[in-house]
């Protein structure tokens, strides 16, 4: 085997896109494939391969790896009649990069086993600054030989990468960090909007607390755009929903009370039924707004 092992990349979105321009800076030969082949042109433009189906750029790979909106987009990509699966040669690798049920997974990671192939969930958190820059938090579960073999792509990716654990392991620790990512984005929501209220300057609202105590992601990443009234996605409301979703799926088998979670989740519901599903997150707070009188971004006077 070359000591770059080849590449294939299912998906590219806005997470998706600049990941794979990462792993192809990195020097590692890479297929790309995208259900719009349009978005496949900035990286062919790079030097990147242009896969016929997620069947082929599996045929071509050594490691494919996939990042796609939902579980059944998953199950499609992998598990149908032109699915990674079904070209991937044995011993090969797949990694699904997607945020999807852990049960659904650990079944995807059977039927790949059965095929003489390794499978890793590898969600990732860090939005699309993180995408962008290579500094995504990557939680990978499978095998740790399995895990070790890919981890220098995925240090192409991100700055933080950790095994998890075995099979599903990385889907359940994504539910941890989106029920605490929803939480820390309410609570800058409701913050920036506290300090409206009370006439300070958002911006310098954000310089005086983003490195102390009250510091997060959420802060650092969102909060700057969330002053200026850009909600623009980096990460769409209806994807947040879609893992909240299954974040309230596991709590509900697990017995687990998650009562801020579901607020967060009621209140994005509010974001969806404006029509909104497609802003980023942090349009979370319009609702916020709306609740304290003030008028929420794009409707001012």
Wanted: charged share 20%.
């Amino acid at each position: 085997m070359s000591e770059r092992e080849r590449v294939g990349f299912i998906g590219l979105g806005i997470m998706g896109a600049p990941v794979a321009m990462n792993v192809l800076k990195a020097g590692f030969p890479l297929t790309v494939w995208n259900r719009t082949a349009s978005r496949m042109t900035p990286l062919t433009d790079a030097g990147a391969a242009a896969g016929d189906s997620p069947r082929d750029v599996a045929s071509r790979s050594d490691i494919t790896i996939t990042i796609v909106s939902d579980t059944p987009d998953v199950e499609e990509v992998i598990l149908g009649g032109q699915g990674a699966l079904s070209g991937a040669a044995k011993g090969s690798v797949i990694v699904d990069m997607s945020t999807i049920s852990p049960s659904v997974t650990k079944r995807i990671a059977a039927r790949c086993r059965e095929n003489g192939v390794a499978m890793l969930d590898a969600p990732v958190s860090g939005g699309d600054t993180g995408a962008k820059a290579g500094t995504l938090s990557i939680m990978a579960g499978g095998e740790e030989e399995t895990f070790e073999r890919v981890r220098p792509v995925f240090e192409a990716m991100g700055r933080t990468v950790t095994h998890c654990g075995p099979s599903g392991s990385g889907q359940a620790t994504k539910l941890c960090n989106q029920a605490i990512g929803a939480l820390n984005l309410l609570a800058m929501c409701e913050g920036i909007v506290l300090g409206i209220k009370q006439g300070l300057d958002p911006e310098r609202l954000l310089q005086a607390v983003s490195n102390g105590a009250a510091g997060s992601w959420a802060l650092k990443n969102l909060a700057p755009r969330t002053v200026k009234g850009d909600l623009s996605p980096g990460f769409m409301v209806k994807l947040q929903q879609k893992d909240l979703r299954l974040v309230m799926e596991a709590a509900r088998e697990l017995k687990a009370a998650m009562p801020g979670t579901a607020l967060v989740h009621q209140l994005l519901n509010s974001v969806e039924a404006s029509g909104n599903g497609d802003l980023g997150i942090q349009a979370l707070i319009t609702v916020i707004q709306k609740l304290s009188e003030l008028k929420p971004y794009g409707e001012e006077e």
